[in-house]
Nanobody
Framework: QVQLVESGGGLVQTGGSLRLSCAGS????????MGWFRQAPGKEREFVAA????????YYADSVKGRFTISRDNAKNTVYLQMNSLKPEDTAVYYC????????????????WGQGTQVTVPS
């Protein structure tokens, strides 16, 4: 079992930055692929970024490449999402997820989810 708690969301102006954190419980945290997804009102939950258990491989949605950076600290059971150059279209609830599947960008490969944290970038 893995429990995940996100933090760090908030309201930020266009062009600003935020860092989201996701604290996980459980001794096997380091064995999971960790992902960030987001869901805007009326839209499907979409992939944002993922990092493999070792931290050696990362994946990003095209819409956030070059602006967002995912990282993890297995000693602290924490994964981060650094978000720079934020845009109004980044407004969504951001979810942290843990999984052991092979397809890092598929929400169906993740079995554990946090409650989400709101990010708002006013237009």
């Amino acid at each position: 079992q893995v429990q995940l708690v996100e933090s760090g969301g908030g309201l930020v102006q266009t062009g600003g930055s935020l860092r989201l954190s996701c604290a996980g419980s459980g001794r096997t945290f380091s064995m999971y692929t960790m992902g960030w997804f987001r869901q805007a009102p009326g839209k499907e939950r979409e992939f944002v970024a993922a990092i493999m258990w070792s931290g050696g491989s990362t994946y990003y949605a095209d819409s956030v490449k070059g602006r967002f950076t995912i990282s993890r600290d297995n000693a602290k059971n924490t994964v981060y999402l650094q978000m720079n150059s934020l845009k109004p279209e980044d407004t969504a609830v951001y979810y942290c997820a843990a999984g052991r599947g092979r397809t890092a960008d598929s929400k169906y490969e993740y079995g554990y989810w946090g409650q989400g944290t709101q990010v708002t970038v006013p237009s």
